[in-house]
């Protein structure tokens, strides 16, 4: 049985998630990125509450022109902006099954750069 791109990537991403959840304390930030976007979002899996969230579609990120890394950078530090607003330090980091590369890596060094801490 031969398995689609995406189906690989949702077998990878269901091993992570097994290890990877996000307390009150310590809540995960999780990855989404689509052929043209990328979104994130801070997520308290306990009470099953976002905390904060962003993405490349959002005003502020679409206002500065740039390529996809660059714009993958800015989502991390909106969305880490918003998350120290929402009173949140340090996370625990969910790839969502892609490879840690190119805007993924771009995303969680944003989010760095922000003050989350993870």
Not at 11 to 17: F, H, M, Q, T, V
Not at 32 to 50: E, H, L, M, P
Request: charge should be positive; avoid cysteine; hydrophobic fraction near 35%.
């Amino acid at each position: 049985m031969v398995l689609t791109k995406n189906e690989k990537r949702l077998r990878i991403k269901s091993r992570i998630r097994k290890v990877v959840s996000g307390t009150e304390a310590r809540p995960r930030l999780a990855v989404f990125r689509s052929n043209k976007d990328i979104y994130a979002q801070v997520i308290d899996d306990v009470s099953g509450k976002t905390l904060a969230a962003a993405s490349s579609r959002d005003k502020e990120v679409v206002a500065s022109k740039g390529n996809k890394t660059e714009m993958a950078t800015l989502v991390g530090k909106v969305v880490a902006e918003r998350a120290v607003k929402a009173g949140v330090d340090t996370i625990s980091f969910d790839r969502g099954g892609y490879q840690y590369h190119g805007r993924v890596k771009s995303l969680a060094e944003g989010a760095r750069e922000g003050g989350l801490k993870f």
